[in-house]
């Protein structure tokens, strides 16, 4: 089984709608990352939580909320989508010890139409 | 200025061959430099992780850091068709509570 596993795999919903992507681990890691990847631009961070009881904003949050219900939890919203929110996330996981390697996660591809 | 720079390629070579990749990167503090490789549809997997300034040599694969040129490489000898991916150069200041930072990616392509 995957160590950092992320439901759905693909996704299409319409405008306006409110839609949630989770992101499970096994990894026993306390950091835990939300990205999109858009073609040319990469990997940019949405948020990132430290621990349960630690949630950040990223270069790109607006639009988007998160929810880190237990360590191995942590979930992305988009609370009214749109389409320039297609695009692929990751979820990805880190432990202080091995420094700043994340584990990523297969990716949900989502699609706003 | 993107703090980190890379050609998106798309690179295509043939089996055997020897690839260069490479970014580029504007911030100074960066001292862990690392590189993901990411097949079509799954998720980045890292390849190689150096710290600060030197090579490192892992099989097929070797990372070079050039901090006074702000200039990162990695190199694939004898590449092979399964090396066909992105490549994503990722580099971190380091301290705890440092974010990384993603190169865009270089599309790689071995024919055989």
């Known amino acids: 089984d995957a160590d950092v596993t992320q439901t759905p795999r693909n996704r299409i919903t319409k405008t306006g709608k409110r839609i949630m992507l989770e992101c499970s681990q096994t990894?026993?890691?306390?950091?835990m990352y939300w990205y999109r990847q858009d073609p040319g631009l990469g990997l940019r961070l949405i948020y990132y939580?430290?621990?349960?009881?630690?949630?950040n904003k990223g270069e790109i949050s607006d639009g988007y909320s998160v929810s880190r219900q237990a360590q191995a939890k942590f979930s992305l919203s988009l609370e009214s989508a749109i389409p320039n929110q297609t695009a692929l996330y990751f979820c990805?996981?880190?432990?202080?010890?091995?420094?700043?390697?994340?584990?990523f996660g297969a990716g949900t591809r989502l699609s706003v139409l | 200025q993107k703090e980190v720079e890379q050609d998106p390629g798309p690179l295509s070579v043939p089996e055997g061959a020897i690839v260069s990749l490479n970014c580029t990167y504007s911030?100074?503090?960066?001292?862990?430099f690392m590189w993901y490789r990411q097949y079509s549809r799954k998720g980045p997997e890292l390849l190689m992780y150096?710290?600060?300034?030197g090579n490192k040599e892992d099989g097929r694969f070797t990372a070079q850091v050039d901090k006074s040129s702000k200039y990162i490489s990695l190199f694939i000898r004898d590449s092979q068709p399964s090396d066909s991916a992105t490549y994503l150069c990722?580099?971190?200041?380091?301290?705890?509570?440092?974010?990384?930072?993603f190169g865009p990616g270089t599309s790689l392509s071995v024919i055989p």
């Open positions: 990722a580099m971190s200041a380091g301290t705890s509570y440092d974010k990384v930072i």
């Open positions: 150096t710290y600060s300034s």
């Open positions: 939580s430290f621990d349960v009881k630690d949630i």
């Open positions: 990894k026993g890691h306390d950091r």
């Open positions: 911030n100074s503090a960066f001292q862990y």
């Open positions: 990805a996981t880190s432990d202080l010890s091995r420094g700043p390697i994340q584990y």
